[in-house]
Every structure is written in structure tokens, then in C-alpha cells.
């Protein structure tokens, strides 16, 4: 799925990689919420310096990044609204959010929404443009492929998570 901004920015969401939605460009300060070292790793080869804290200025972050790891936060509300005012003006959170019948048999989570839910929450803070594409993985392989080690405990295939690139406003 491709979006065009204003004519100007073009968004990819890539259904074969976080990291690559992700998009992250040279020098760019990146609020990073989350465990995967991996990930971590690509973000450090990417020249771009990287925050795992929200204790910074308000307008401080090009972007911030999490796969999955909103789910196991209390309080995701009052989370995102300082992600959004962490973000610079222009500024992209792109978020991996499962499914609820996904997190259901991945074990326990402290949120638990749906696609609709996520969609409003979202819009309710003040993201302008708000961009998902929803991706299926039918093996551990995929599910390991993506970085989504939080679903490596699931039995039952497929798993649905939902990818979203939520933009802040000029």
C-alpha cells in the first residue's frame, strides 16, 4: 500500500517488513518503544539516533517506532498522547497492533483492541492521516520474519496484525 502526502512524502507500508514501513532516513531522531535487539540493531546501521525514553522535550522525534509492544503497556491511552506530543510537527508513529483474536491465543496482554478501536483512538489523539494494511502469517517462520516475537507462543494459525502509519500534522 502506497500513500502520497501533500505531494510530497510517499508512504509505503510493507507487508515484508516493519522496518522497511518503518522508513527511517539518515540523522533522524527516533523515539523507539520496545525490546527487539534485532530491530535495534538495523536502527543503529541506519545512522539515525534513537531514544528508548519518553523522559524528552515535547517536538523531540522524526518518528517513533513499536512492533507489538503497546499490548503488554497499561495505559496505552495516556501513552500515545505523549508519543504525540513527542513527535515533531510532520512527525509518524508506525505501530504493529494485533488483532484481538491473535492476541487472545498469544497469551496475556494488557490491551487488547480491535482494528476499528485502534482507528479512533488514534484519530482521537490528533493524527491527521492514518494509513493500515492488515498482515496474515501462517507459520512461526513468518511470524519470526516480521520480529514479532511476542506471538511466537501461538498455535493456531494464521495470526493477524495490523500495520499503521499515523501521521502528526504540520
Given at each position: 500500500m502506497t500513500a502520497i502526502i501533500d505531494e510530497q512524502v510517499e508512504w509505503t507500508i510493507s507487508g515484508a517488513s516493519f522496518f522497511d514501513t518503518a522508513n527511517v532516513k539518515k540523522g533522524e531522531n527516533i523515539l523507539y518503544i520496545g525490546e527487539d535487539l534485532a530491530f535495534l540493531s538495523k536502527l543503529a546501521k541506519a545512522d539515525v539516533s534513537v531514544?528508548?525514553?519518553?523522559?524528552?522535550?515535547?517536538?523531540?522525534?522524526?518518528?517513533?517506532?513499536?512492533?507489538?509492544?503497546?499490548?503488554?503497556?497499561?495505559?496505552?491511552?495516556?501513552?500515545?498522547?505523549?508519543?504525540?506530543?513527542?513527535?515533531?510537527?510532520?512527525?509518524?508513529?508506525?505501530?504493529?497492533?494485533?488483532?484481538?483474536?491473535?492476541?487472545?491465543?498469544?497469551?496475556?496482554?494488557?490491551?487488547?483492541?480491535?482494528?476499528?478501536?485502534?482507528?479512533?483512538?488514534?484519530?482521537?489523539?490528533?493524527?491527521?492521516?492514518?494509513?493500515?494494511?492488515?498482515?496474515?502469517?501462517?507459520?512461526?517462520?513468518?511470524?519470526?520474519?516480521?520480529?514479532?516475537g511476542e506471538l511466537k507462543k501461538v498455535k493456531k494459525f494464521p495470526v493477524k496484525v495490523n500495520r499503521f502509519v499515523a501521521l502528526k500534522g504540520h
Open positions: 531514544t528508548p525514553s519518553l523522559l524528552t522535550e515535547d517536538r523531540t522525534f522524526d518518528s517513533a517506532l513499536t512492533s507489538l509492544s503497546l499490548h503488554k503497556a497499561e495505559g496505552v491511552e495516556t501513552l500515545l498522547k505523549k508519543i504525540f506530543t513527542q513527535l515533531k510537527p510532520g512527525g509518524r508513529l508506525v505501530a504493529d497492533l494485533a488483532e484481538l483474536d491473535t492476541l487472545r491465543r498469544a497469551g496475556k496482554f494488557a490491551y487488547k483492541k480491535s482494528l476499528p478501536d485502534y482507528w479512533d483512538l488514534l484519530r482521537e489523539i490528533g493524527f491527521e492521516a492514518i494509513f493500515v494494511q492488515q498482515i496474515t502469517a501462517c507459520s512461526h517462520e513468518e511470524v519470526a520474519l516480521q520480529g514479532w
